[in-house]
């Protein structure tokens, strides 16, 4: 009050009371330190404490099953550990959903060897071909399964390098009928599905004029692209895909005002896929005898 009376001094507080359940505490941590808590869940697996296992891993479901995105080795083999151990199937395989083949390596193949052993290798198949369909369904893959049966990019299916990952598996006592299965007939089925589609190309472009042409290309549609453009617009077009070694032919309709490009795919699309079919069939063969 300064001179008219004596100092008013007043004090104001504010404070907040947090209650969390132990599964939200739980949740929380694992946002914090997954690999610690997906440590912790391994230990469970290990002792045969699965009914504990499987309560916390309730708790945490959501979460996890993301992360095996992330591809770490020791992530694998601790998600591993945890399928091979919890007691609901669907929750395993809910667990190694997020996986990439493409990614695994030869050190990964006891970590599903083991998968397999305790869950069976009708349970891992039925997991893997769950990857396949989710690969076969991203854009453009199958132009490179293509390259890949031709040795001149990776998939997105299966392990690179395939042999290595073959000889691992089998050593670490992965079924042979399963790895026939996983590495070979799912590529050929992914293809069997697009006869008509161009694959095995390393495309240029992406521009507006040429990103339509590409998703045509790709397609299982066998009737030709016709578009109308201006002169420039066409010549680019067909630069791009004699630079990208495209088998696809060109044709100018000087019909009309701008004048219109038909492209039409090779015809011998069919020849080109038996002959990826048989390559992928022989190499297969091959990496069985080497292990009988």
């Not at 104001?12 to 949740?27: D, G, K, T």
């Not at 998600?79 to 990964?108: K, Q, S, V």
């Not at 795919?265 to 080109?272: E, I």
């Not at 002959?275 to 022989?282: D, E, F």
Request: net charge positive; glycine share 6%; hydrophobic share 45%.
């Amino acid at each position: 009050m300064g001179n008219w009376g004596e100092t008013l001094d007043s004090w104001y507080r504010r404070a907040a009371l947090v209650i969390q359940s132990p599964a939200a505490a739980e949740r929380s941590r694992y946002q914090r330190d997954p690999d610690a808590v997906l440590g912790e869940l391994q230990q469970l697996s290990r002792h045969g404490r699965w009914q504990e296992l499987a309560r916390r891993h309730a708790r945490l479901r959501d979460l996890i099953a993301p992360e095996g995105r992330l591809q770490e080795p020791a992530r694998l083999q601790a998600c591993a550990a945890i399928a091979a151990a919890l007691p609901d199937a669907d929750a395993a395989r809910a667990l190694m959903a997020g996986f990439e083949p493409a990614a695994f390596t030869p050190a990964d193949a006891p970590a599903l060897a083991r998968l397999q052993a305790a869950r069976g290798a009708a349970w891992l198949q039925a997991l893997w071909e769950g990857w396949a369909q989710r690969a076969a369904q991203a854009p453009g893959w199958a132009a490179r399964a293509a390259a890949a049966a031709e040795g001149r990019r990776r998939s997105s299916l299966w392990p690179d390098p395939a042999p290595d990952f073959v000889r691992a598996g089998l050593a670490a006592g992965l079924a042979p009928e399963l790895l026939d299965r996983v590495m070979g007939i799912h590529a050929l089925d992914a293809l069997a599905r697009a006869e008509h589609g161009v694959r095995g190309v390393e495309w240029v472009c992406a521009c507006a004029d040429c990103l339509p042409v590409r998703r045509w290309a790709e397609s299982p549609a066998n009737q030709p692209l016709v578009l109308a453009m201006a002169e420039a617009r066409r010549g680019h077009v067909v630069q791009a895909l004699r630079d990208a070694g495209a088998p696809i032919s060109s044709q100018t309709l000087r019909q009309g005002s701008p004048h219109k490009l038909r492209l039409d795919k090779a015809a011998d699309l069919h020849a080109r896929e038996h002959a990826a079919r048989r390559r992928w069939g022989q190499a297969l063969e091959g990496l069985v005898r080497q292990q009988e």
